[in-house]
Nanobody, 115 residues
């Protein structure tokens, strides 16, 4: 059974930085891709960063240049470095692992950006 556990969320002011972590219960190299989604109140869950095992990382325009996804295979962990945070980045952030057509999800971590 795959388990993904996010951590690192919190409350911070606009312009701040935060790093989220996603720890997997086994090797992340077995997945086709790792990614981060977020869901703001009243909105659908949106994909904004993906890191395939083979290929380039991709970002949504809304976070490009501010967010960076990375991975540490030895620690079975994926990270999301978020800089220059804005109030519109407020959401629950979810880690995703894709194995073929099957997605796996973490429980989510809240990020709130407010002055």
């Amino acid at each position: 059974q795959v388990q993904l556990v996010e951590s690192g969320g919190g409350l911070l002011q606009p312009g701040g930085s935060l790093r989220l972590s996603c720890a997997a219960s086994g090797s992340i190299s077995r997945f086709n891709a790792m990614g981060w989604y977020r869901q703001a109140p009243g909105n659908e869950r949106e994909l904004f960063a993906t890191m395939p095992t083979v290929g380039r990382t991709n970002y949504a325009d809304s976070v490009k240049g501010r967010f960076t996804i990375s991975r540490d295979n030895a620690r079975n962990t994926v990270y999301l470095q978020m800089n220059s945070l804005k109030p519109e980045d407020t959401a629950v952030y979810y880690c995703n692992a894709q194995s073929g057509l099957r997605p796996y999800w973490g429980q989510g971590t809240q990020v709130t950006v407010s002055s």
